[in-house]
């Protein structure tokens, strides 16, 4: 299985930008596709984005298409998502998940890091 661990949120004014990232370990982390979500209160977990196992292709929900980009690096075991033009509704706590070989099952999921976005 793979631990992985969130770190790099925080409170920016709307507007700004952030970037949160996810460390892993454990199983070999180029094997793992890689996807962020969030949760904001009261709702749903959504997915955000995801990265396939040596990034060639990613894929964006529409909501932050165009601002956020995910991005890994296999030799440091980390996956990054940088979000530009943050908008007060981004604000939630950020997951990430990994899937083994591009599944479709999770072997494993972070504890999140909050996001807050200022109005």
């Known amino acids: 299985q793979v631990q992985l661990v969130e770190s790099g949120g925080g409170l920016v004014p709307a507007g700004g930008s952030l970037s949160v990232s996810c460390a892993a370990s454990g199983r070999t982390f180029s094997g793992y596709a890689m996807d962020w979500f969030r949760q904001a209160p009261g709702k749903e977990r959504e997915f955000v984005a995801s990265i396939t196992r040596f990034g060639s292709r990613t894929t964006y929900a529409d909501s932050v298409k165009g601002r956020f980009a995910i991005s890994r690096d296999n030799a440091k075991n980390t996956v990054w998502l940088q979000m530009n033009s943050l908008k007060p509704e981004d604000t939630a706590v950020y997951y990430c998940?990994?899937?083994?070989?591009?599944?479709?099952?999770?072997?494993?999921w972070g504890q999140g890091t909050q996001v807050t976005v200022s109005s």
């Open positions: 998940a990994a899937r083994w070989m591009n599944g479709v099952e999770y072997d494993g």
